[in-house]
């Protein structure tokens, strides 16, 4: 079921997600533009950055929430474990989550929370263990996104930066694409240029560029 924009304006007050660093307007076009090149019935993007978190984890709710307006079933996952901020967006716990679910290998139905928001689900980071190293193990990380994937129409991983550590590049292998934040006057071009050139290496799709100016 389709939510309504005045519906999804409420949430947005509700949930303090202004409109300051990205309008929700443009979220929109955003998740059209990936649309059209994600033919998938079930579809699984990375949103990160070359170096700066900066707001990128308002712009992975707000993506999220776009697609749940469409009626789809969303999942959004905070997958930035050495600083997880998506819970605090949508006022939930951090107590457990992602890294209960790759760590013990347990069923995601145990760890992801409702929303206010119709149709979406979001999974908090959890706690962070002692040795991260422990988590990005490609084949814990597969068998994570397989479980979402049986389960929701579309998964949004927030990722930390992709020049910071090896996660996000672990995660966007099992990812259909990638979702690249940019931020004037704090994201470098060479590191932009560097993040790219990485992702082609392993033929890992940008399927959209968002720019920050403000």
């Known amino acids: 079921m389709y939510m309504k924009r005045d519906e999804t304006k409420k949430i947005m007050q509700r949930l303090k997600l202004n409109e300051d660093f990205v309008s929700t307007e443009q979220i929109r076009m955003i998740r059209t533009k990936v649309d059209q090149v994600s033919s998938r019935k079930s579809s699984l993007f990375m949103l ?3 170096n700066y978190d900066g707001e990128k984890s308002i712009i992975s709710a707000k ?3 776009s697609y749940a307006e469409q009626g789809k079933k969303v999942l959004l996952v905070d997958a930035n474990i050495r600083r997880p901020s998506l819970h605090n967006w949508f006022q939930l716990t951090n107590e457990s ?16 929370k409702e929303t206010l928001v119709p149709g979406l689900d979001v999974l908090p980071a959890g706690p962070s263990p002692l040795n991260l190293s422990d988590i990005w193990v490609t084949s814990k ?21 992709f020049l910071t550590a090896s996660d996000s590049q672990i995660l966007a292998n099992q990812c ?14 060479e ?24």
């Not at 990380?141 to 930066?161: D, T």
């Not at 690249?180 to 704090?186: E, G």
């Open 48 to 50: 990160t950055s070359p």
């Open 63 to 65: 993506l999220a929430i």
């Open 97 to 112: 989550g992602l890294t209960n679910v790759i760590l013990n290998n347990e069923e995601i139905q145990l760890y992801y």
């Open 141 to 161: 990380i597969e068998e994570m996104v397989r479980k979402c994937k049986a389960e929701f129409e579309v998964v949004i991983f927030e990722a930390p930066p």
């Open 176 to 189: 259909d694409g990638v979702i690249l934040v940019v931020k004037a006057n704090k994201t470098k071009k």
């Open 191 to 214: 590191d932009t240029f560097k993040t790219k050139d990485s992702l082609e290496r392993t033929n890992n799709r940008i399927v959209g560029v968002i720019y920050q100016t403000g």
